[in-house]
């Protein structure tokens, strides 16, 4: 009896000790191929980034996309989780040529959101879309009014746009960046009449490459931006106070580095590169020295050229995981966007990847992790511009298998 209460407590133990990697393993097996694809709008050409706000006040993060081909800019309503999987009601806000990056904000303070676009090429033009007040009027194309900010107008080729109220006086302010001759990261001063579009004032920070990327770091006021080329190519952090900016390195000169974002738990900021890496920075002295160290994670599958990289918890343990999107093109059969499982006691250049795109398209932009069906997931949010995908998202299938 002893001998057999012996093995009944053996094989309970073991039992224990490995039903979580039973669980992944099986979860992970049944969804090795790609995640079920949804298209929210594939009508234009070129889907060139997703940014997120609630534009209606119903709770739902909704999308504004710039189509850089076609030279519209677009909004889309969340229609909840029930329709989800179906195309958005969706509405063209304005015209706006060589369309780099879109952005909601309510910039006059009337309680309407309205759209920045930031335009590149010959256009070089950061334009406003004012938002009709009536929340009935959103989906009309002719209660959208645009109009060009005059100091940027045929200035630099603008690439992206973080706003935020930098000097405390009149609400937001618009933080920008842009690329080639001339280049910049600076920002826009909102005048006490932010609708009197010609008083609006830039102001240069540095000297710029090819800005990617502006985040807010969250815990602190300022940026982080990546730069991709350039002699002041790297990924830093400019913490503000009232219209002066800091400057913290984290690396530089190294990489061609793409989309930057916020980290997770031991690493506190992430930037995918086009040199077959994601760059991870551990901040390992705070505070005046800023002292850091860089993990590298190879991107899956042998891909080189990486495009964005965000944190979020993917599977269903307690941990953040890394998904990651790439442009292909050159490299057939390769999976445009996939995800990293992140595991604590293994270093990061050993951490498994798993397919989520599979190989139909080939130019993925930025990344957004929302729970757009209402399963308790995480789902990734993205556009394609290459293949004409469009606007898509990527549904999650691990909260369905933990349900079962």
Known sequence: MQMQARVSLLLACSFAVLTPLVSFDAIAAEHQGPWQRHT????SKGADGVRLADANGDGLMDIVTGWEEAGVVRLYLNPGPEKSKEKWPAVTVGQAKNVE?????????????DVVSSCEGKTKTMYVHWGPKDQAKLLDEDAWVTEPIPATV????????L?????RKHGKDLVLGSKGEGATIGWLASPKNPRDLASWSYHKIRDAGWIMSIESPGHVHGVIVSDR???NRGVYEMPSKNGRWGFIE?????SEYMFACLGSEKYSRAVATRDGVIKLFEITVPCRSWQTTTHEVPNPFGIKHGKAVLFGKIDTDEHSDVVVSFNTQGQKDKPGVAWIKVLPDKEPKDWPAYDISGTEGKKFDRVELVDLD???D???LTCEEADNLGVIWYENPYGKAEKK
Do not use: T
């Open 229 to 231: 080329k350039g002699p």
């Open 250 to 254: 984290f690396e530089s000169g190294k």
């Open 40 to 43: 929210i709008d594939d009508s």
């Open 101 to 113: 990056d879109a952005v909601m904000v309510d910039l006059d303070n009337d309680g309407a959101m």
């Open 154 to 161: 045929g200035q630099q080729m603008w690439m992206y746009c």
């Open 163 to 167: 706003p935020m109220d930098v000097d």
């Open 374 to 376: 209402g399963d308790g």
């Open 378 to 380: 995480l789902d990734v």
